[in-house]
């Protein structure tokens, strides 16, 4: 027999008044069953942001947090512990009752030893937290893990704000093109907007900034330009990820003339398609985005005929580490013959942390462009990303 109920946690450091109180384990499979079936969990996790748990009577869990959704499982283990699997990750915790106040648990995590009191009634109850959540997770908040492999999935309605920090070594067939480097920053946001069948509609505008990019000069050298804005571009689409793990959606990719230098961009306005498939399970990701432009406008000379395949893989390595990196190739169709191909093996590394309750996302890539421009184009890069999770308030 199950009942609905409301977990109200507190998740406090133990006083040396609630050590001293008397503390009865709670054992045998129904007697825990009783307690965890059907209850409904809530967390704070930073402040106006909650985590809510619910764990179902048929060992099923769903945890909402960040505007992701978490999916879980747990059970009952040798008749004292109970077990909350989440991806790859598991931890189990035992449960007394206080003997002075038989509404009053708590609960020690058997792997990192924290003990959480808490209440459990029939009745509504609020979330009173003190302490942030961390990295390793808990009932009611996502664990670095499970929030690695959410941030690599990029139909999730999860909202970053990207910041990277790009190093690029350069080489070609003009005089001196092997000793040019260049410094550039993009922000990259994503703004998802949730539905209530699961998908979303994510819009991902790229604002790059240039620090002294070099640009062949009309007297054979390189002119050091920056600091300028350059050209933005952005993706809106809609996409979802499927029960067994296909992530799929459709869109259209696009560039703003807005670059402040008109060595640094076209002057000419792009648009076009954009189709992502891919796959996500407890190992971690694979994706591949493609997306063509032409120019639809603007005072430019040149043109756009582009065709990008942004192709995505993140590998999961526990505790929050990935083996991941998201290279573009691309195709330029109006480029002389033989210059078409701008194509960059990219390896990397990331790592999702939870800091004061804040999940980070921090990663290091190093692309190596086996196929590029013969006269002047990037040969090397290496890329810093650091990523905040953010809430979305239209989501909530």
């Given at each position: 027999m199950t009942f609905n109920r409301t977990g109200l946690f507190a998740l406090v450091l133990l006083s040396a008044a609630a050590n001293a109180q008397d503390w009865q384990?709670?054992?045998?499979?129904?007697?825990?069953?009783?307690?965890?079936?059907?209850?409904?969990?809530?967390?704070?996790?930073?402040?106006?942001?909650?985590?809510?748990?619910?764990?179902?009577a048929d060992g099923t869990a769903v945890l909402e947090a960040w505007g992701g959704t978490f999916k879980r499982t747990?059970?009952?283990?040798?008749?004292?512990?109970?077990?909350?699997?989440?991806?790859?990750?598991?931890?189990?915790?035992l449960l007394e009752r206080n003997a002075d106040n038989p509404d009053e648990y708590r609960a020690?995590?058997?792997?990192?030893?924290?003990?959480?009191?808490f209440s459990l009634s029939g009745d509504a109850a609020s979330v009173a937290s003190t302490e942030p959540a961390d990295s390793s997770g808990g009932p009611a908040?996502?664990?670095?893990?499970?929030?690695?492999?959410?941030?690599?999935?990029?139909?999730?309605?999860?909202?970053?704000?990207?910041?990277?920090?790009?190093?690029?070594?350069?080489?070609?067939?003009?005089?001196?093109?092997?000793?040019?480097?260049a410094f550039r920053y993009t922000f990259q946001s994503v703004f998802p907007f949730k539905r209530d069948d699961g998908s979303s509609i994510f819009f991902r505008p790229a604002i790059?900034?240039?620090?002294?990019?070099?640009?062949?000069?009309?007297?054979?050298?390189?002119?050091?330009?920056?600091?300028?804005?350059?050209d933005i571009g952005f993706d809106l689409s809609y996409g979802f990820t499927t029960d067994n793990g296909m992530i799929l959606g459709a869109g259209v990719a696009g560039t703003l003339p807005t670059a402040t230098d008109d060595q640094l961009?076209?002057?000419?306005?792009?648009?076009?398609?954009?189709?992502?498939?891919?796959?996500?399970?407890?190992?971690?990701?694979?994706?591949?985005v493609l997306s063509h432009q032409w120019d639809v406008g603007g005072s430019g000379d040149g043109s756009i005929n582009t065709t990008s395949l942004n192709y995505v893989y993140a590998f999961q390595l526990g505790?929050?580490?990935?083996?991941?990196?998201?290279?573009?190739?691309?195709?330029?169709?109006?480029?002389?013959?033989?210059?078409?191909?701008?194509?960059p093996l990219g390896v990397g590394i990331a790592r999702t942390m939870v800091l004061k309750g804040?999940?980070?996302?921090?990663?290091?890539?190093?692309?190596n462009y086996v196929e590029r421009g013969d006269v002047f184009a990037p040969e090397h890069q290496i890329r810093l990303s650091i990523s905040p999770v953010v809430s979305a308030p239209w989501n909530k």
């Open positions: 384990p709670v054992t045998g499979e129904e007697a825990l069953t009783r307690i965890v079936a059907d209850t409904r969990l809530e967390g704070t996790l930073k402040d106006n942001v909650t985590g809510v748990a619910r764990y179902n747990w059970r009952i283990e040798d008749g004292d512990k109970i077990c909350i699997v989440a991806g790859n990750e598991s931890w189990c915790t020690t995590r058997l792997d990192t030893g924290e003990k959480v009191v908040q996502p664990s670095a893990e499970e929030l690695a492999l959410k941030l690599s999935n990029p139909t999730a309605p999860v909202m970053t704000l990207g910041n990277n920090f790009d190093f690029v070594m350069f080489d070609g067939d003009l005089d001196g093109a092997s000793d040019e480097t790059p900034i240039f620090f002294g990019e070099p640009v062949p000069s009309a007297d054979g050298g390189f002119d050091s330009v920056g600091t300028d804005l350059g961009g076209k002057d000419l306005w792009g648009l076009g398609p954009e189709a992502l498939v891919g796959k996500i399970g407890k190992w971690g990701a694979v994706i591949g505790g929050g580490w990935q083996f991941a990196s998201a290279p573009a190739i691309t195709y330029n169709h109006d480029a002389v013959d033989g210059q078409e191909w701008t194509v804040r999940p980070w996302k921090f990663q290091v890539q190093y692309c």
